[in-house]
C-alpha cells in the first residue's frame, strides 16, 4: 500500500466494459519528490487535496471485483496519519 494525495480528477471515454462506472483519480505518492503522478481506480469516493491509500497490481484488480484492466486503486481515505519520531521517541 501506498500513502497518496489525491490531486486530480480524470474525464475519459468508455474503451473497456469492465471500466463503465468506475471513477479515476490522478494521485500522487506522499513525499514523493520528482516522481510523477499516477491514475488510480476510485473505490471509496475521494476527493481532490485528500490523502488516500492505494493498492497496485492483482491487489487493485481484486480490489475492483469485475477484473478490470487497472493497476491502482484508492481503497481509503486516511482521517489521521500519526508515525513514531526519528529514534523512536
Given at each position: 500500500m501506498q500513502i497518496c494525495k489525491v490531486i486530480g480528477h480524470i474525464w475519459s471515454t468508455k474503451k473497456e466494459a469492465s471500466l463503465e462506472g468506475l471513477k479515476f483519480m490522478v494521485v500522487r505518492e506522499k513525499d514523493a519528490a520528482g516522481r510523477s503522478p499516477f491514475v488510480a481506480a476510485d473505490l471509496v469516493g475521494a476527493g481532490e487535496g485528500e490523502d488516500v491509500l492505494v493498492?497496485?497490481?492483482?491487489?487493485?484488480?481484486?480490489?475492483?471485483?469485475?477484473?478490470?484492466?487497472?493497476?491502482?486503486?484508492?481503497?481509503?481515505?486516511?482521517?489521521t496519519c500519526e508515525t513514531e519520531k526519528a529514534g523512536g521517541k
Amino acid at each position: 500500500m501506498q500513502i497518496c494525495k489525491v490531486i486530480g480528477h480524470i474525464w475519459s471515454t468508455k474503451k473497456e466494459a469492465s471500466l463503465e462506472g468506475l471513477k479515476f483519480m490522478v494521485v500522487r505518492e506522499k513525499d514523493a519528490a520528482g516522481r510523477s503522478p499516477f491514475v488510480a481506480a476510485d473505490l471509496v469516493g475521494a476527493g481532490e487535496g485528500e490523502d488516500v491509500l492505494v493498492v497496485s497490481g492483482s491487489t487493485a484488480r481484486c480490489a475492483v471485483r469485475n477484473n478490470a484492466p487497472i493497476d491502482a486503486a484508492i481503497v481509503g481515505i486516511i482521517d489521521t496519519c500519526e508515525t513514531e519520531k526519528a529514534g523512536g521517541k
